[in-house]
């Protein structure tokens, strides 16, 4: 974030883009990350001010003698505003002709990385800021910053779809042109490194609004899109509607009063984290493995109506069954058509199970964030879905080293780091490798102490 000010001629309200009638599939999640000071609340401020998307009286609290500082568009806390920085996530909403869009302001600090890994859990497009009079802009071997490294690998690991670089501040140096193609090039020689895949690297001047909403033809030697156009472009996240079903109950809702005994008389609520549900559909309790019919889906306005993964549901089944909150319902996998009874079974034919398998051992990526670094033995609590379990660390495979992009062997893991841990759960939950599933594949680590959210975890496939 940057406190630089400018004088900026307010827009009338009635200028305002209308956002009611834009359609709510074509919204864009979108976060701006990187290090300290790289001007990305400047950046945000400016995109809402061109965008003519803030009115005459939100100008009154971020003006003074004439000169607005754009960062206090997005900085509302009292310290942020005292300290010029930015704490905590501030989300701010702006539409144009063509698109809606959500913007999350992520700190750039290291002590609140936390922060930018919940805002980049849910984004569809990420900006990674880079400032370049902080660069040997000079130097064709210049080094990044290690928090433009750690954001723009933890946006990758978070499965961001898009990720944009953005150089900022180039109209505060001599050669614009030169600077620009010298942070480019070693921006693209660290995404190649690390299996990034890089949208567009865009030179901006957020202070200027040079490349923001309006192209610059010819400015620091870039005659590309403006960093507005390019995320037009963009594609929203898809919902996991191709996978089996899986919701995790967040609500349990009782109507004893009815008197139909053709089904049970609770709705259970949540957001389905993936596949579809509907009337008639097979359904697997976990972790109680029973399994039920669904009677009835209803929507978030209480309608019935079939259900995709994003969406909020409530779903009857047919006939009562023991469902808490922190309990999946998951699809009911049939067993397989060549599947044998064992000797002991008396014959019994094999039971169907859930689609989506409980597990006790799991290989993860874990991004920590905690003071108090991640060390075997210790025990956490994790939180998957709304359902909190017990995870004791059993040792760490190893720590990669943002400069180098070396795994690195390790015997903890301290603040801010990322690395790969072998976890044990207390209770089998369904738990999916995150590059399958962003819902199932995540939990978090939370200090049984402290109740400090200790680290974000990232599921692995065993073979990785």
């Known amino acids: 974030m940057t406190t630089d000010t400018l004088d900026v001629t307010p827009q ?50 971020i003006t003074k003698s004439g000169e607005t500082d754009l960062a206090l568009l997005t900085d509302g806390l009292s310290a942020e505003r005292e300290q010029g920085i930015t704490i905590d996530v501030a989300y701010r909403y702006f539409s144009t002709d063509q698109r809606k869009f959500i913007i999350g302001d992520a700190p750039g600090h290291e002590q609140y990385t936390r922060n930018m890994v919940t805002a980049a859990s849910s984004a569809d497009a990420a900006i990674v800021l880079v400032d370049a009079t902080k660069l040997d802009w000079q130097d064709p071997q210049l080094t990044l910053l290690p928090q433009t490294r750690r954001h723009a690998l933890l946006v990758n690991l978070l499965r961001v779809p898009s990720l944009l670089f953005a150089v900022n501040k180039l109209d505060a140096v001599a050669d614009p042109a030169l600077a620009f193609a010298h942070i480019r090039n070693q921006l693209a020689a660290f995404a190649h490194a690390a299996g990034i895949t890089v949208r567009a690297t865009v030179p901006v001047s957020a202070l200027k609004g040079f490349n923001v909403v309006e192209a610059a033809p010819g400015w620091a030697g870039y005659d590309g899109p403006s960093l507005l156009q390019v995320l037009h472009t963009l594609p929203s996240t898809p919902a996991d509607t191709e996978l089996p079903f899986a919701l995790p109950v967040q609500w349990v ?37 029973q399994t039920a019919t669904v009677a009835r889906v209803l929507d978030h306005v209480r309608q019935p109506a079939d259900v995709g993964a994003g969406s909020s549901a409530g779903i009857v089944l047919d006939r009562e069954v023991d469902v808490s909150r922190g309990d999946w319902i998951v699809a009911t996998q049939p067993a397989p058509d060549n599947a044998v009874a064992d000797e002991d079974d008396f014959g019994t034919e094999p039971s169907p199970s859930g689609a989506w398998a409980g597990q006790r051992e799991l290989h993860a990526t874990v991004a920590w964030m905690d003071d108090e670094p991640l060390v075997p033995g210790r025990v956490y609590l994790a939180q998957h879905g709304h359902r909190w379990i017990k ?37 089998p939950t369904p738990a999916a490798a995150f590059d399958r599933s962003r819902v199932l594949g995540s939990m978090i680590l939370v200090d049984t102490a402290s109740h400090k959210t200790a680290g974000a975890v990232l599921v692995r496939p065993w073979n990785c």
């Open 12 to 61: 009338p309200a009635a200028h305002a883009q209308d956002t009611t009638s834009q359609p709510h599939a074509s919204a864009l999640r979108f976060i701006t990350c990187g290090s300290v000071d790289d001007g990305k609340s400047t950046l945000i401020g400016r995109l809402l001010v061109d965008t003519r998307a803030v009115l005459q009286d939100q100008f009154a609290g």
């Open 253 to 289: 809702e009782k109507f004893s009063a009815s008197s139909d005994t053709s089904q049970g008389r609770r709705v259970f609520w949540g957001r389905v984290a993936a596949g579809r549900i509907a009337a008639g559909d097979s359904v697997t309790l976990l972790p109680s493995q």
């Open 391 to 427: 995870a004791k660390v059993r040792r760490v495979l190893h720590r990669l080293n943002i400069h180098t992009l070396a795994q690195e062997a390790a015997e903890q893991l301290e603040a801010n780091a990322i690395g790969t841990v072998e976890l044990l759960l207390q209770e």
